[in-house]
């Protein structure tokens, strides 16, 4: 089991930016999709981002494509997510993911491929 630690959330006005991070420990971080999901109040867990284990590899959700941008340093074990044009409709706690399999072919964006996550991270946009 991987632990994974989330930091980088807090207050921005619209149009501002903010980065994320999620520092992992335990197994073979370098081998597993990385993923980000966001749920807002009243709402169900929703699809961010996802890097495959080599980094090559990314998937996003229609709302972020353009604005948002994931990444990962297995040197470091930290995976991130570069949030920039943020709008009011972006705020929610920010969850990092990592995926059940290692060395996975191919970049999954269902919650249920994810087998570990971390606690959160608050992301509150003003208009």
């Known amino acids: 089991q991987v632990q994974l630690v989330e930091s980088g959330g807090g207050l921005v006005q619209a149009g501002g930016s903010l980065r994320l991070s999620c520092a992992a420990s335990?197994?073979?971080?370098?081998?597993?999709?990385m993923g980000w999901f966001r749920q807002a109040p009243g709402k169900e867990r929703e699809f961010v981002a996802a890097i495959s284990w080599s980094g090559s590899s990314t998937a996003y959700t229609d709302s972020v494509k353009g604005r948002f941008t994931i990444s990962r340093d297995n040197a470091k074990n930290t995976v991130y997510l570069e949030m920039n044009s943020l709008k009011p409709e972006d705020t929610a706690v920010y969850s990092c993911?990592?995926?059940?399999?290692?060395?996975?072919?191919?970049?999954?964006?269902?919650?249920?491929?994810?087998?570990?996550w971390g606690q959160g991270t608050q992301v509150t946009v003003s208009s």
């Open positions: 993911a990592a995926d059940r399999a290692p060395w996975r072919t191919t970049v999954v964006v269902s919650s249920a491929d994810f087998g570990s």
């Open positions: 335990g197994r073979a971080f370098r081998t597993y999709v």
